[in-house]
């Protein structure tokens, strides 16, 4: 079941399965303050996913946006939800969450907060981001020196939808996020791929294809063994994950959603 923590954790952009071992001739971007403004979620959005191997449903995900204030800042706080169903979790229990609390001005974290329980493993910390002084405070090691602009694993995907899944983006050129995950920093790094139509529940939808830049040997076997398909409208939200892995091929699917932005209009008829 050590393959199933494996999934529920990537669908988080979880950095530890992910590498930046890309060669200096790819085109690459690391994510700056914002320069141009989109809004592509709002407080009160919620998406449910649910993690099939085949017509076995294994596993279930949640993302969550809400207004909030923290320390005097308007914040929409980000929460991210991983775990186990059925069999699977009789089997392997999961309960990860994961939390961002981002400055709705900058797009950027203020506080991030991981806490993991995988089995009988548990791991838990919360880390606050000092923009003036470029330094974040981990509660399990204390203040680490950052680069300017680092986001934490779900904030780089929030800021993506707003300042990153474009048009501006060439078929190939791959997008990086610095970011500061298990009290490392560690650039994020996606591909993309163009765009692409896709069969869902709610029909045959238009998406931008990205693959995350995996690690070769770990769970992976090649650098293309994840892909992720965002919608071409301007919510810019994730309708499939898949992972090829020997053991198989793993699909998350958006099953639900509510509270968008917009109006979901990357349905091709």
């Not at 979790?89 to 506080?111: A, C, G, H, W």
């Not at 300017?148 to 929030?158: C, H, N, P």
């Not at 931008?208 to 301007?234: C, L, N, Q």
Request: proline share 3%; net charge positive; aromatic share 14%.
């Amino acid at each position: 079941m050590r393959k199933l923590t494996t999934i529920l954790t990537a669908f988080f952009f979880c950095a530890n399965l992910l590498a930046a071992q890309e060669e200096e001739k790819d085109t690459v971007f690391i994510a700056p303050y914002p320069t141009t403004s989109h809004q592509a979620y709002q407080g009160g959005e919620r998406l449910v996913f649910k993690l099939n191997y085949g017509i076995v449903t294994g596993g279930k995900a949640t993302l969550t946006v809400s207004d909030s204030i923290y320390n005097n800042t308007h914040i929409h706080h980000v929460v991210g939800r991983g775990v186990t169903v059925g069999i699977a979790d009789v089997l392997y229990k999961i309960r990860d969450r994961y939390e961002s609390f981002i400055d709705v001005e900058t797009n950027q974290p203020v506080k991030a907060v991981r806490s993991i329980r995988e089995g009988r493993y548990r791991y838990y910390n919360e880390v606050e981001y000092n923009r003036d002084s470029s330094q974040v405070m981990s509660k399990k090691s204390g203040v680490h020196n950052v680069q300017e602009g680092i986001l934490d694993i779900l904030s780089a995907f929030y800021f993506a939808r707003n300042h990153k899944f474009n048009d501006n983006l060439q078929v190939g050129e791959v997008i990086e996020f610095m970011t500061y995950f298990s009290d490392e920093n560690f650039p994020l790094r996606i591909r993309y791929r163009g765009t692409e139509v896709i069969k869902t529940n709610f029909g045959k939808v238009v998406c931008y294809k990205f693959s995350p830049v995996t690690e070769v040997g770990r769970a992976f076997k090649t650098e293309d063994d994840m892909h992720v398909w965002i919608t071409k409208d301007k919510n810019r939200i994730p309708m499939r994950v898949r992972f090829d892995l020997a053991v198989g091929s793993f699909t998350c699917n958006l099953e639900e959603f509510k509270g968008l932005k917009h109006p979901f209009s990357s349905v091709k008829f």
